[in-house]
Each structure stands twice: as C-alpha cells, then as structure tokens.
C-alpha cells in the first residue's frame, strides 16, 4: 500500500491526503450525529410513550373502580389520534384484560405482551410500555401500549440518507478544493521538476528553474539556479581553456611537424652530403697510395693509412647517426610479434658473423608482445651483439636471454660472463656515442644501446643495466603486456 | 657484345665523376663513357638535343643516373625517361649516395632497374662500380632499340 502511495505524483499525494483528512473528519462528525439521535429520540418516544399511557392510567381509575369496561375503551379510543399506537389495553390489578383498543389483530398483540408487565421494551419494529394505574396509592391495574416504530424508523432512515448525503456533498467540495488548493504546491514542483529534466535531457545549463513561490520551493529553486549558475561558468572556463588547449596543441603540432620535416631534410641532406667528401677523401687517399706510391715515405704511407682510417671512422659514425635519427622518426609499425622467432634469426646472423666463437646459449621461451618486428630485431641484435663483443676474452662464453612478467610488464634480459663495466658509469650507458671502453679493447661507436633504449621508449618500456667489473653484466628493458595480444 | 656500348653517367660532382671513371678504368670500361653534369643535361643527351643534336643515334646501354642533381634531380630523370615512349626501356641504375627510404620507393615505383649506394670506402667503390659497369655494359641483353 506504502509502496504504491510513493510511486504516486505530490499532486496525487496532497490530494490523497486532504481527501483522507476530510472523509475521516466527515465520517467521524456524521457518526457522531447519528449516535446522538438515535440515543436521543429513542428516549424522546419512550418518554412520549410513556407520557401517553400515564395519560389514560390516570383517566381509567374511575373506569376500574367501578368495573366499566366501556368508558375504559372510549379512553383507550382516544389513542386514535396517535397512529403509532396500534395496539393498547387496560389489565387489571390481577393482571387480566379489562378493556382494549386494537386496529391490528389482537393475538399478534397478545402475544407481544405476553411476559413481564412493566416498564417496556422493543419487540420487532415494535415498542411495548407498560404504565401502572394508581388509585390512593395502590396499584389497581396497568395500561399497556403497543406503538408501530415502522414510521419512526423510516424517519430515522431519511435522516441517515441526509447525514449521508451531506458527508458525500462535502467530500466532493473537499475533492474540488483539494485539487485546486494542491496546485500551491505541486505546480511549482512540477516546473522545478520539468526544468531539470529538460536540462538533463539537453545538457543546457542555460535553462533556468522559474520561481513561484518564496517558501521552502522557492528556496529550492533559487539553490537550483544558483548550482546551474555555477555549471555554467564552469562549462564555459572550461570550453575556453579547451579551445585554447586545442589551439596550442595545433599550433605545436605545425611546429613539431616542420621541426619533424627540417630533422628530415637535415638528416637526408647529412645523408646525402656528408658521405661525398668522405668518399672522395677515401677515393683519392686509395689512388695516391696506389699510383704514387713510389713517391711515398714509409711515414708518408702511415699518414695516408691514418687518413683513410680515419675516414672510414667518420662513414661508420654517420651511418650510426643516420640510424639512430630513423629509429626516433620512423612511424612504428606495431602488430602482434613472435619474439621467439625475432631472437632466432638474431641469433642465426650473429653466428654467421661470429664464427669459431664458442658461446654457451641459454634462451628462455619468449612471449608474444605488440610492436614494431623490424625495430624489436634492432633490439636484439645491439643486445646480443654486445654480449657476444664483451665476452670475447672470454675461454667460454655465457650469454643467458630471459624473460618474466612483472608489474604488467615482460621484462627481457640479456646476461653475459663478459668483461662488465664500474656501475658508477651506468648513467652513460645509453647514451649516444657513449663508449665505456677504448677503442683498443672494444670497437664500435657508442650508439647501439642509444638505438636500444629509444626503441624501447617507444615502445612504452624502460631499460636499465646491472654490471660488475670482470664479472659480467645484465641488459634489462621491458615491454608492455598489452590484452590484444594472444597468450 | 658490342663495343659500341655507351654508358651514360648523370653526376654533377667532378670528384664523384673523377672516382667512378677510375674505378671503370680498372675494367677498361671508362672509354664507352659519358659524363652528364645533370639531369637536364642527361635529358639532353638522351633526345639528342643541345650540344647532343650531332652525337650517333640510339640509347646507351645503362644510365648511371646520382639523385642529388642541379636543375632536374634524378628522381625527375627517372620520371621523364619512363613516360617517354622511346627511352622508357632504358636501363637505369640509381648511383647514389644514400639509401633513404622514400628515395628508394619512389625510384622503384618509377621502375628503376637497379639502386646502388655508393660505398664509402673505395675499395668497395671500386668493387661496385665494377659489377654494375661489367652487369649493365657487357652481361645484361639491351632491350630491342625501338626508332
């Protein structure tokens, strides 16, 4: 009941509830009118009753004592003017019928009156009195009147139609002022609630709530727009700074692009430009120690010798730059990438390049991981290259490659027993054209790491390395373990 | 084989041009010789026009056509040749520099026949050359001269 009254309008409950009000006012005022007459006139007719048959007690004394039946009916024939009285007699002090007076059947009164002979009481739709006659103070005989309530009680009945009647004319007035006097409060409810889901609906915090009423409404309206006003301001600081966000990303990404596009020529220009003079500088220190030779010193031919290593340095230090320049441009091409088969062939260009090395490999099962195969090969090769370079002085090369899940992350490592490096120059690692040996010891330029660690950058991974002096060192960088990738 | 099989060779640099008559000196292929200082030039000598208009008749065996040119640039030599219906089956060699990406797809999609770098130690210079001048001036079958 609880639960289907809450599911209602405010309209349907303010109604509901002045309603119930009045129709409970209303029963309750009717009830209590049609107890109070019912108590009231039931006494009114007894004590008329009652007043009636004292009457013809009181005028039957002659009649009794001198033993005239008839003078004791003509007063009992008086009772005709009270149609209620259908029924009367007149018994004497023995209790036996001395006169009567009837328009109904006499045995249907006989038998009414049959039982105790005073006072009185309701039979049927009936009243039975009784009144003792008195003559100097003693009982001499008892009028007894039997009055028809059939009358009465269809009275009674018109008066309970009219309490009804009136109970139902009120309700419908209080109906009518209900449902006007509601108004009061729910209208403004109902804009207050039509505004806010047309703001919900269109996402319009411009729309105001309007204000009808200064009392607990009115203040919910004003607090209502006051948030909206809030919103609002808010909604549009936002959009402004949106829109100047967009501008400054548009602005820097035009900017980024010709950075992007001078790094470009730049880097082709180098590429183009750079590795002429180098190449004719070779060409030409070739040709003269070819064709004049025998115009050349021994110290004359080191120089030259000296030149042209020289040179070829420089070649191998462009061609690093240019690579590692690509590996920082080139858009990745990520999908999903067997790392097993990327370490294979790794593996299988470094023994061809690596031959009589004797090397004890030790490859854990790679997972599959999403990025870009070309650059992940990269990867690998600098790593395992290192490794295979570094532990050259080696009797017995170790080199373990592994990897394991951490923190939503495959970390991959490359170990080896090589020669290692002082931990306190860790941070130069991955540098560009960083060397942590000579060039006597180790060749190379310093650039392989850098390559590594921009690849895996871009690859939303991290790199780091764990070294010790003689004993060995451990290449660690690690991947994202990303869902699109199956297991 | 014929020894009347020309090589053109498009190089604006004297150097580059000086290394590479060496090296195909090395396998006596320097005298079947020309040398283009551009891709304008190399258009030139090809339509037999300018200060061509008087050389024999008939397309070289391989152009050695470098990128970075004055003027018209190898990349729009490429192009002119292969939309032109008498040079289109012109055997041409890129003889360049460095191996760029976009530069090596754009030549092949133009239907380069080959892409050479040139090595930066001479050595592998020479050795380069060699196999290209050998492959393009003496093994490799002309296409039919057509006009």
Known sequence: ?487 | MSDARTILLAEDNPRDVELTLEALAEHNLASQVTVVKDGVEALEYLHCEGKYKDRRKGNPAVLLLDIKMPRLDGIEVLKAIRSDPVLRMLSVVMLTSSREEPDLKKCYELGVNAYVVKPVDFEDFIEAVKQVGVFWAVINEMPPQGG
């Not at chain 1, 394991?404 to 170990?415: I, L, N, Q, T």
């Open chain 1, 1 to 487: 009941m609880l639960g289907i009254i809450r599911k209602q309008s405010i309209k349907a409950k303010l109604m509901l509830i002045i309603m119930l009000t009045s129709i409970v006012c209303l029963l309750l005022t009717g009830a209590a009118v049609v107890v109070y007459e019912r108590y009231h006139v039931t006494r009114d007719l007894v004590s008329d009753m009652n007043a009636l048959a004292m009457l013809i007690a009181d005028r039957s004394t002659a009649a009794l004592t001198f033993q005239d039946p008839r003078l004791a009916e003509e007063n009992l024939a008086a009772l005709h003017v009270k149609p209620a009285v259908v029924a009367a007699c007149i018994l004497n002090e023995n209790g036996d019928v001395f006169a009567r007076y009837n328009t109904i059947d006499a045995s249907e009164f006989d038998l009414a009156a049959g039982g105790k002979k005073q006072g009185h009481r309701f039979i049927h739709d009936h009243l039975l009195h009784y009144a003792p006659i008195f003559l100097g103070g003693k009982e001499i005989g008892t009028v007894c009147i039997y009055a028809d309530l059939k009358g009465f009680y269809r009275q009674r009945s018109y008066f309970m139609l009219l309490v009804a009647m009136v109970i139902l004319f009120s309700s419908l007035i209080a109906l009518y002022l209900s449902s006007r006097l509601q108004l009061l409060v729910s209208r403004p409810l109902r804009q207050l609630t039509e505004t806010t889901q047309s703001i919900a609906a269109k996402k319009n915090y411009a729309l105001r709530a309007e204000k009808s009423s200064d009392d607990e409404i009115g203040i919910l309206v004003d607090a209502f727009n006051g948030m909206l006003e809030t919103i609002d301001a808010q909604n549009q600081e936002r959009e402004k700074l949106n829109a100047e966000l967009e501008e400054r990303v548009a602005k820097r990404t035009t900017q980024l692009e010709a950075a992007n596009r001078e790094l470009e020529a730049f880097s082709y220009s180098v590429s183009h430009d750079l590795r002429a003079p180098l190449r004719h500088a070779s060409g030409f220190v070739d040709l003269l120690l070819k064709r004049c030779q025998a115009d050349l010193s021994e110290k004359g031919r080191h120089y030259l010798d000296a030149i042209a290593d020289s040179v070829r340095q420089m070649g191998v230090l462009i061609d690093d730059l240019l690579q590692f320049s690509r590996t920082g441009r080139t858009e990745l091409r990520l999908r999903d990438t067997n790392m097993n088969e990327v370490l294979a062939d790794v593996r299988a260009s470094l023994r061809q390049d690596n031959p009589g090395r004797e090397i004890e490999w030790i490859v854990g099962d790679m997972p599959r991981v999403f990025g870009d195969e070309a650059m992940l090969k990269l990867v690998w090769m600098n790593l395992l290259s290192n490794a295979v370079k570094f532990t050259r002085t080696r009797k017995k090369a170790m080199i373990e490659v592994g990897v394991r899940p951490e923190g939503g992350e495959h970390v991959f490592f490359v170990r080896d027993n090589g020669v290692g490096f002082d931990m306190q120059y860790a941070h130069k690692l991955f540098g560009v054209f960083q060397r942590l040996h000579s060039l006597d010891e180790f060749e190379g330029t310093g650039i392989g790491l850098a390559n590594v660690r921009r690849i895996v950058l871009r690859h939303e991974g991290r790199t780091w390395a764990e070294s010790e002096l003689d004993k060995g060192t451990t290449i660690y960088f690690t991947l994202p373990i990303r869902k699109e990738v199956k297991p």
